[in-house]
Structure formats: C-alpha cells, structure tokens
C-alpha cells in the first residue's frame, strides 16, 4: 500500500537510461500521491505543466538530466521540465478608483465586494502608468482577507505605492497551486551554441533548445531547496505571481548562456510576494537573485562569484520593502530602464560585500549597513558605491575606490546621512555632479546630506559639485599628498563640525544654482574643534573661486595648522564676501584677502583668535565694517 508516498523505481528507473516523462506525469496527476521520491539518476525528455496542488518531490541528491528534450516555446522561461501552474476561473472585476489609495493601505477598491470571498485569491492589476508600458505599482496575486463594504475588500498586502484616483485595477479570480516542492536534485542542462548577440538570434530555434528544472506561476507556498545546477539557460528556480515561499541551499554554476536577457538567472522573480532566499551560491552566472515588482522579501546568507553581470539586481518596477542579509556579489537596483519605472523603494542591506553598489535610480529609503565595496581588477568602476539621496542612509560603509552621489527622485521624508563611513577617492572623480554639468549620467543632488564620523581618504580634485546643504560633523578629507588638490564645492551652504582636512581643503565652486535666491550665495562654517593641516595643490585650506556670489566665512573653535608659509588658512579673491573669526586658532602660513573682496555693506571681523607665526599682510586695511586686529593674540 503505498499511503501517499511514490517511488520513480516503480516504473523500472534504476540508473537513468530511460526516460522518466511517463512516470512524473502518471505520479503527479495521481491526487492520491503527496511526496514522489527518487533513488537513482533521471532523464526528462518532455516540459511538463502541472495545475495540482500539495505534491512534493523529492531527488534525494541524485542526477536530473535532459538529454533529447523537445524544443521549448520561444522566449519562455517558464518552459521548464516541472512548470507548477495555478489557473484563472474568468471571473473578471474592473474598478476606476474613485478617491487615491494611500501608501501602506491594506484596503482595496472594488466595483461589487459580493463577487469577492474571504480567503478568495485574485490577481490584482493596475494600469499602466502612462510613464512607461511596464509601469505598475500593483500587480500581484493576492488573497481577500476581508469584506469591508460594499465597494472595498481587505487584502494579505499593504501597498508599497499610493494608487491615484482615477487609475484603473483589473482583478482576475485565480485558482492558484499550493504547497508544490521541489527538493535535492542535480540538474544537469543541454548544450547551447554560443552566440555573440544580446538581441538577435543566430537561428531561429535557438532560445528554445535549453533546459531548466523548475518554474511557477500563481503559486502559493510552493518552495524549492537544494537544487544544483549547471548547463541551464533559462533560471533555474522561475517564478511569477508567487506568495509564501522559500528558495533555499540551490546553487547555479557556468549556465550555458548569460548574455541573452533573462538567462543564466539562479532564480528570477516576478510579481512576488513574501519570499525568502537563503543560502544559495552562483559561479560566472548572471543573477544569482532577480527582483521584479517584489514586495516584503528576503534574501539572506547567498554569494555568488564571478561576479561582473550582478548576482543581486531589481528591475525597477516599483519593487519595495526589501532586504539583503550577509550576502556578496555585485548588487543593482532600479537599474533595466524606464520602461519598469527605475523605481523602488525601502530596501535594506546588511553585511554586504561587492565589487560594486549599483543604486543610483529612483530608489527612495535606501538603507546601507556594515557594506563594502572592494576593488577587482579589470573591472571597472569597482570598489565604488552609486547612491540616490532621497532617504540615503549608510553606516559602517566602505568604499576602495569612490563613492558618488546623485539624486533621481525626491520621495523620501527622511534624511539623508552617512555615518562611520569610509570612502577610499580616485582623482578627479565626483562625489556629486554640479548642477550645470553637460556630462551625460547621475543627476545633481538637491536635497541635503550630512556625514558625520566618517573618513574620505585618498582625496585629490574631487567633486561634490551640488548637494544643497551639506553637514561635516567629525568627518575627515585626507588627500593623496601635500600636492593633492582641495575638494570642489558648490553646495549653498557648507557646516564643518569636528573633523577636518589634511592635506586637502574645499574649493568653493559657486556652481550651484540656488534656486530660491537665483543667485549663487554659499556660506560655510567652521567650528567644534574642527582640525586643518599640511597643505595643498591650492596652497589654501579653505578658497573660493565663486565670482558671481556672495560667500560669507565663518570660523569659530577650530585648529589651522599650516605647513608653510605659503598656504593659506582661508583665500578670498575680489568680490563681494563676509567673513567672520572668533576663538579660532591659526598657525603658520597666511591669511589671503583680496581688498576689494568685502564691498559695500559687507564685512570681515576676525577677534579673539589665537595667531601664531601667521602672515597678515595680504589683509585688507580696516574700516568701519573691516576689523581684524583688535583682541587677537599674536604670537611670533
């Protein structure tokens, strides 16, 4: 009697020789059968399409292979040798929302919640957002947890993205496949010819010769464990419109393919739901792990090597709620293009390590914690973290190479920070764009950033050429050498608190458009025990290139230390400026200021500083709003 539990050997499969389509489709489609076992190596020559539900098999370790498999359908990953599938029941239900959903809301328009039963489940879909032909921020299956009138049904989800009135949901009544597992096989795929093509097929068959073990589709708490593959073309774990489930300890190595979009995946994950993928491993694969329009999901202790296509990437179609744990390899975000929305949302990630941080699109609510970004040789712009600055937020994050900034979206209600960080620079390379840069790539940074305790070494003529107001608590620039190049700044306004600059200092640029004025007025403040040593390329600390605005100066408890006398603690050229002094303290070197630089109704007021060994001679003579030589104590 065999009490649920099915044995492949029964159909006389000893050793792999014959094929085993027959006995997968006479087991599954047995509904008296929950648990399909295999004790010796197997071979599927057929794709076969399962719409049942509570059927697990498991392969014990042993060999799958596909040798002699009938072509699959063109472009279809779902082709697989065990394609799980749930199936619609054409109940159809259209709604033009009448009021805006809001972020987070669990509550749903609908034309008629009669039609809708608690524990029902349904694709919901909106329209189209007219920005883009793939822009939906709802397009999941989900399940009616609730009737709440007679216009609104309560759901298993709340909404990563606010739904504006007027946009349109299509709800299709679904009948999905439950508790389908797949467990413990080596799957071992078919050969592709090479192609040198990303976009054109070298035959006309071609993309339909490849194997892979396992796909799903409307399907809930169906998981798939320690499956080991190599040889794939499609992804080995293919999912779309899936909920509840785990992908663990499966591991992809040297897929046939990888360059042709969406193949050489571990596992590609569309419209999904509540996943977890844990302890998985690629080798020269494309994506170890694929988001598409995901929500509330997990990926934790997976790596992948080989690493220069990105085993950690989502697409940008509003995917949201997302978080990585002790993962490594490249990580993208938002990154295929307008057509999905280059948009997501709240994703975290922690203990990370990756040649590169690929963020730089509409990802709103980043979160970067204990990430490293490490360089590798002949891969370029590694070692580099690209971050929007719409609710940024990075702690213990390094950088070998650079870090730059750039602001696609302004959703966030958070602020932007980086704390205990440190970013290794290259030469000449921008933290942040300027505003009226003509070069093609990240956007200028609008909104504001503050770093505190953090480190940038390295520093030669780099740029953060806009971010509006930006916050230097106990952040130190170290730069290359003496002769290293001071920083550009165009930011409004710039707080230097603690910390300080060796060898390096700030250029302010005057290139950021101030909006709000329409001129090009920049102010900084120096102060909290702020410390300025060596010197620079500039031969100033602190210098101002900006002709067309006002600068006004402000030092208050900090240490300027030069190392010659020829560097300057501050140098302000001819136009219109402020400055003021209080309780600092200078050593060595100059102060430089043009005697035209304080005009009419401005003024420079330097007292109870500390001077020792300073030259004052390039000073502007005093007057009723110049005064710089009362309550100071020079020292010799």
């Known amino acids: 009697?065999?009490?649920?539990?099915?044995?492949?050997?029964?159909?006389?499969?000893?050793?792999?020789?014959?094929?085993?389509?027959?006995?997968?489709?006479?087991?599954?489609?047995?509904?008296?059968?929950?648990?399909?076992?295999?004790?010796?190596?197997?071979?599927?020559?057929?794709?076969?399409?399962?719409?049942?539900?509570?059927?697990?098999?498991?392969?014990?370790?042993?060999?799958?292979?596909?040798?002699?498999?009938?072509?699959?359908?063109?472009?279809?990953?779902?082709?697989?040798?065990?394609?799980?599938?749930?199936?619609?029941?054409?109940?159809?239900?259209?709604?033009?929302?009448?009021?805006?959903?809001?972020?987070?809301?669990?509550?749903?328009?609908?034309?008629?919640?009669?039609?809708?039963?608690?524990?029902?489940?349904?694709?919901?879909?909106?329209?189209?957002?007219?920005?883009?032909?793939?822009?939906?921020?709802?397009?999941?299956?989900?399940?009616?947890?609730?009737?709440?009138?007679?216009?609104?049904?309560?759901?298993?989800?709340?909404?990563?993205?606010?739904?504006?009135?007027?946009?349109?949901?299509?709800?299709?009544?679904?009948?999905?496949?439950?508790?389908?597992?797949?467990?413990?096989?080596?799957?071992?795929?078919?050969?592709?010819?090479?192609?040198?093509?990303?976009?054109?097929?070298?035959?006309?068959?071609?993309?339909?010769?490849?194997?892979?073990?396992?796909?799903?589709?409307?399907?809930?708490?169906?998981?798939?464990?320690?499956?080991?593959?190599?040889?794939?073309?499609?992804?080995?774990?293919?999912?779309?419109?899936?909920?509840?489930?785990?992908?663990?300890?499966?591991?992809?190595?040297?897929?046939?393919?990888?360059?042709?979009?969406?193949?050489?995946?571990?596992?590609?994950?569309?419209?999904?739901?509540?996943?977890?993928?844990?302890?998985?491993?690629?080798?020269?694969?494309?994506?170890?792990?694929?988001?598409?329009?995901?929500?509330?999901?997990?990926?934790?202790?997976?790596?992948?090597?080989?690493?220069?296509?990105?085993?950690?990437?989502?697409?940008?179609?509003?995917?949201?709620?997302?978080?990585?744990?002790?993962?490594?390899?490249?990580?993208?975000?938002?990154?295929?293009?307008?057509?999905?929305?280059?948009?997501?949302?709240?994703?975290?990630?922690?203990?990370?390590?990756?040649?590169?941080?690929?963020?730089?699109?509409?990802?709103?609510?980043?979160?970067?914690?204990?990430?490293h970004a490490i360089k590798k040789e002949g891969l370029d712009n590694s070692g580099t973290i690209w971050a929007n600055a719409d609710g940024l937020q990075m702690r213990g994050c390094t950088t070998e190479m650079m870090l730059t900034l750039s602001q696609s979206s302004n959703r966030s209600a958070r602020k932007n920070i980086a704390d205990g960080c440190t970013f290794g620079m290259t030469p000449d390379y921008e933290i942040a764009r300027p505003v009226r840069s003509t070069a093609v790539g990240n956007l200028p940074v609008s909104s504001d950033f503050v770093m505190q305790n953090c480190e940038f070494i390295n520093v030669d003529n780099n740029n953060i050429g806009s971010i509006n107001r930006l916050v230097l608590i106990n952040t130190w620039f170290t730069g290359v050498s003496p002769t290293s190049r001071p920083v550009r700044v165009g930011s409004v306004d710039v707080t230097v608190q603690g910390g300080g600059f060796r060898n390096s200092g700030l250029l302010l640029t005057g290139t950021f458009d101030s909006v709000a004025t329409g001129t090009e007025d920049q102010s900084i403040a120096v102060g909290g025990g702020a410390q300025l040593s060596g010197t620079n390329a500039e031969k100033a600390f602190l210098k101002s290139n900006n002709t067309k605005g006002v600068v006004t100066w402000s030092f208050g408890d900090c240490k300027s230390t030069a190392a010659d006398s020829s560097t300057a603690h501050f140098s302000i050229p001819a136009g219109t400026g402020n400055l003021k002094a209080i309780g600092a303290r200078f050593t060595n070197g100059k102060y430089e200021a043009a005697a035209t630089a304080f005009g009419s109704g401005r003024y420079f007021f330097l007292t109870s500083c500390i001077e020792q060994g300073v030259n004052r001679a390039a000073l502007p003579p005093e007057n009723d709003t110049i005064k710089h030589s009362a309550g100071n104590i020079t020292l010799s």
């Open 1 to 371: 009697m065999q009490q649920g539990v099915a044995d492949f050997r029964w159909f006389g499969l000893f050793d792999g020789s014959k094929n085993a389509d027959d006995a997968l489709d006479a087991l599954v489609n047995d509904l008296s059968i929950h648990r399909i076992e295999a004790h010796t190596d197997l071979n599927f020559t057929r794709r076969h399409t399962y719409h049942r539900s509570d059927i697990e098999l498991d392969f014990h370790g042993h060999t799958v292979t596909t040798e002699g498999i009938v072509l699959n359908t063109k472009d279809n990953p779902f082709g697989a040798v065990m394609f799980f599938q749930g199936t619609a029941t054409g109940d159809i239900q259209t709604v033009t929302l009448s009021k805006t959903i809001a972020e987070l809301s669990d509550i749903l328009e609908v034309p008629n919640s009669s039609a809708f039963q608690v524990e029902d489940w349904w694709n919901a879909q909106v329209n189209n957002n007219p920005a883009g032909k793939a822009q939906r921020e709802l397009d999941y299956l989900l399940m009616v947890t609730e009737i709440i009138d007679s216009t609104h049904i309560r759901v298993n989800y709340k909404l990563g993205w606010a739904l504006a009135a007027g946009r349109v949901i299509t709800y299709k009544k679904m009948k999905p496949v439950f508790h389908c597992h797949v467990r413990n096989m080596k799957f071992v795929g078919v050969p592709v010819p090479p192609t040198n093509s990303t976009t054109v097929r070298p035959f006309d068959t071609w993309d339909q010769i490849g194997s892979n073990p396992v796909a799903y589709e409307f399907a809930v708490r169906c998981d798939a464990s320690g499956i080991v593959a190599t040889k794939v073309f499609w992804p080995v774990v293919q999912r779309r419109y899936c909920t509840h489930y785990v992908t663990e300890r499966c591991e992809l190595y040297n897929p046939e393919e990888r360059d042709w979009g969406g193949t050489g995946y571990l596992t590609q994950q569309l419209n999904v739901l509540y996943g977890h993928v844990r302890d998985c491993n690629t080798s020269n694969a494309r994506h170890l792990n694929d988001f598409t329009c995901a929500g509330y999901c997990m990926v934790e202790n997976c790596h992948g090597d080989g690493d220069d296509y990105g085993p950690f990437v989502t697409h940008g179609q509003f995917e949201h709620d997302l978080v990585y744990i002790g993962n490594s390899g490249l990580l993208s975000f938002a990154n295929s293009g307008t057509t999905w929305g280059d948009s997501a949302k709240r994703i975290t990630v922690k203990k990370h390590i990756a040649t590169r941080i690929v963020a730089h699109k509409k990802l709103t609510d980043l979160t970067l914690e204990d990430v």
